[in-house]
């Protein structure tokens, strides 16, 4: 994980984004820990290249081997039958404090350090998640002894921590019950994007474990993977950071080892940079432009208010409707790109005429994924008249607080545009864009039997024009795009793609573009294109 944590770093300091706070277990307490105290991953790296194996070697000589004889593991199972850990708590907690130390100058191994670290506006709020033994829970430290508090989550059984020990403290590996630990910001009402980074599980399930430690990690990795999985279907699928790793959980040599290798590390940073230049696509570029979407019950209780207030005028329809244009880029098609987990950009984009009494608010959606909102960025502009520059308006998604047969469609969200009066946006022509990332099922073309796939719209009131586009990589091959008959469009029109030459679709240079536009939709008719590889 520590290319990811790199990568964060770097566009920290660069001022491209802020981390207010980070949450870890296990490893990922190590690296969340890293982010907190803002440290120099290249000095880690540094120190780790040139005394990272005498390090390894103080701490256990069982974790600086890549393989073990029978006799190293006899002794092995007798010290964890004698209730002794592999690695002694001592030496270990030196461990983790000797990289704080070389990765952050002002690191001080005192209970103090995180005390202060706390008061300090410029850095992120952390929480280390544990397991405590004693309660059968999981809990979060956020304050007390740093080193303590991530040793305690690295205790994974056996090899750092074993039943004698659990004596004077009952804490041990949060990976056990919080391995992805999403839910320390549960209580937060702070906005913000959330990125979840944890590992994919690439080893063999087939092969049987060799010895008490690789058992041990094998039903650790069970628990571990069963919380992944959790945090994926309450957060969204589509902000994983997937990290590929072929190790086990108690290798920390095989660890150190691509640490300290270049080509390994550089290879890593690009992948990692490529997926979180994702979310920043996705990001707001000005102040005018609105937040991410937060549709969880921890949104700020204000906005869950606005839906009350403007709940009368947001059923009313009279603005027109001129163009509504749904864009899928499939990124995951892209066949030159292996290694990293690409989700599709999805666009959708209304053009709307605002009515007599001035538009303030509108009907948008922020899609479900696997029964989970998709965090959507929304956009709005005013367009300007012949010479007129357009003038961005300021948005706030309001979270619908009412089940979604309010308004029959699922993930409904009203958008509120601040600081305009009715008068001022009375006739005038708006923009409204949302931009999300997440898995849609264009994947679908790569299986080998399936060479189809269709997306399908609608909209509540009549549109003038519609239309349902891909933008597909060249390198994939050649799609054709069909309305299909499915789509209930009687009285419609199935136009041909040359009406989008000024519409300013934004198409880079190596995808392709193909869809189908629709003229004249009637109100909640369904338009549906079927997307063809050919053969």
């Not at 019950?297 to 009368?312: C, M, Q, S, V």
Request: aromatic share 8%.
């Amino acid at each position: 994980m520590l290319p990811v944590v790199s990568v964060l770093r770097e566009l920290e300091e660069s001022g491209i984004i802020e981390i207010t706070r980070v949450s870890g277990s296990s490893a990922g307490a190590i690296c969340a820990s890293l982010l907190a105290i803002q440290a120099d991953i290249g000095g880690l790296r540094a120190f780790a290249k040139k005394n990272g194996e005498q390090l390894l070697l103080e701490t256990s000589s069982h974790f600086s081997r890549e393989t073990s004889t029978k006799v190293q593991n006899a002794v092995a199972v007798s010290q964890i039958a004698l209730g002794w850990p592999l690695v002694k708590p001592t030496k270990f907690r030196k461990f983790i404090a000797t990289l704080f130390a070389k990765s952050v100058e002002d690191f001080s191994d005192d209970p103090d350090f995180w005390e202060t670290l706390n008061n300090s506006s410029q850095r992120a709020k952390l929480y280390v998640s544990v397991a405590d033994l004693g309660k059968g829970a999981g809990e979060f430290v956020e304050d007390g002894d740093l080193v303590d508090a991530v040793v305690n989550s690295c205790a994974f059984p056996f090899a750092v921590k074993n039943y004698r020990q659990l004596r004077e403290n009952q804490l041990i590996d949060g990976g056990l019950t919080e391995n992805l630990p999403t839910s320390a910001f549960m209580d937060s009402n702070e906005e913000g994007q959330k990125i979840m980074v944890c590992p994919k599980d690439r080893s063999s399930a087939s092969s049987l474990p060799r010895n008490p430690i690789s058992f041990a990690s094998r039903l650790f990795s069970t628990a571990i993977n069963n919380q992944v999985v959790r945090a994926k279907m309450e957060d969204g699928d589509s902000l994983v950071i997937d990290v590929e790793s072929e190790i086990e959980i108690h290798e920390v040599h095989k660890g150190f080892a691509n640490l300290v290798n270049d080509d390994w590390w550089e290879r890593r940073r690009e992948r990692y940079r490529q997926r979180l230049s994702e979310f920043l696509d996705m990001t707001p570029k000005d102040a005018t432009s609105s937040a991410v979407l937060t549709t969880s019950p921890t949104a700020p209780y204000f906005r869950k208010n606005l839906f009350k207030i403007y709940e009368n005028l947001f059923s009313q329809q009279s603005y027109e409707l001129e163009r509504l244009v749904h864009v899928v880029r499939a990124d995951c098609l892209n066949q030159s790109v292996r290694g990293v987990r690409s989700y599709d950009r999805v666009e959708r984009e209304a053009v709307l005429k605002i009515g007599a009494d001035g538009l303030a608010c509108f009907r948008s959606f922020a899609p479900k994924y696997k029964g989970v909102q998709v965090p959507t960025i929304f956009h709005a502009t005013l367009l300007g008249e012949e010479k007129e520059e357009d003038e961005p308006l300021s948005v706030i998604p309001i979270p619908v607080d009412t089940p979604d047969e309010a308004f029959g469609s699922p993930g409904v969200t009203m958008l509120f545009f601040e600081g305009k009066r009715p008068d001022d946006l009375a006739g005038r022509r708006l923009r409204i864009r949302s931009v999300n990332h997440h898995e849609i099922g264009v994947s679908e073309l790569l299986e080998k039997n399936c060479d189809y796939v269709n997306f399908q719209h609608r909209h509540h009131v009549v549109a003038k024009e519609a239309a349902i586009l891909l933008l597909y990589p060249s390198n994939f091959g050649q799609i054709d795009a069909l309305a299909s008959r499915k789509s209930e469009v009687e009285g419609c029109t199935v136009v041909e793609p040359q009406a989008l030459a000024d519409w300013r679709i934004n198409k880079p240079s190596e995808f392709e573009m193909i869809g189908r536009v629709f003229a004249n939709l009637e109100p909640q008719k369904k338009f549906q294109v079927d997307f063809i590889k050919r053969s």
